[in-house]
T-cell receptor, first 111, second 113 residues
């Protein structure tokens, strides 16, 4: 089946630093989603992207739909301790198909 | 409620016993999904239901796993003769339709001793 790769697998940063993570695939996707999962909780949707090149913000979070449609990026500015969690990307190959999830990027924020 | 709910929150069982996990999707959502998440791992797709269509069972890891859905409401995931490797968080999600964004429940944490 289709696979998504996420990098880095994990990261440790200092509070206040900016964070950048990405999601890549060998296939072209028509929709990208970014989720965050906090310890002991289910994933929560952060941002949805529907068009190549689209740049969307949600507070300190900014995500972009790559021009090639094979990747997406998520940036977090001025990180805070509550940003800790696992960030999953999910992609949809074409409308009407199920979403495929990446393995996640585990973010730790050091005070 | 407004979101996806799952029960029980936690389940501890003995190896060889059967367990049943429940998911209540968001009202009106026609699509429902089950995922497994092992400790420190990503989401492993198990099965999805879309309206009255035949479910996609392609992710079920063995015939010990089965799921049912009553109409467009509650779903149950059953694991028979549980094994220790079945220990994981089982997440349920629903969406208004198959192609739409999925909203997740809090999960059921299963521990098989």
């Amino acid at each position: 089946g289709q696979q998504l790769n996420q990098s880095p697998q994990s990261m440790f940063i200092q509070e206040g630093e900016d964070v950048s993570m990405n999601c890549t695939s060998s296939s072209i996707f028509n929709t990208w989603l970014w989720y965050k999962q906090e310890p002991g909780e289910g994933p929560v949707l952060l941002i949805a992207l529907y068009k190549a090149g689209e740049l969307t913000s949600n507070g300190r979070l900014t995500a972009q739909f790559g021009i090639t449609r094979k990747d997406s990026f998520l940036n977090i500015s001025a990180s805070i301790p509550s940003d800790v969690g696992i960030y999953f990307c999910a992609g949809q190959l074409s409308y009407g198909q199920n979403f495929v999830f990446g393995p996640g990027t585990r973010l730790s924020v050091l005070p | 409620g407004a979101g996806v709910s799952q029960s029980p929150s936690n389940k501890v069982t003995e190896k060889g016993k059967d367990v049943e996990l429940r998911c209540d999707p968001i009202s009106g959502h026609t699509a429902l999904y089950w995922y497994r998440q092992r400790l420190g791992q990503g989401l492993e797709f198990l099965i999805y239901f879309q309206g009255n269509s035949a479910p996609d069972k392609s992710g079920l890891p063995s015939d010990r796993f089965s799921a049912e859905r009553t109409g467009e409401s509650v779903s149950t995931l059953t694991i028979q003769r549980t094994q220790q490797e079945d220990s994981a968080v089982y997440l349920c999600a629903s969406s208004s339709r198959l192609e739409e964004t999925q909203y997740f429940g809090p999960g059921t944490r299963l521990l098989v001793l």
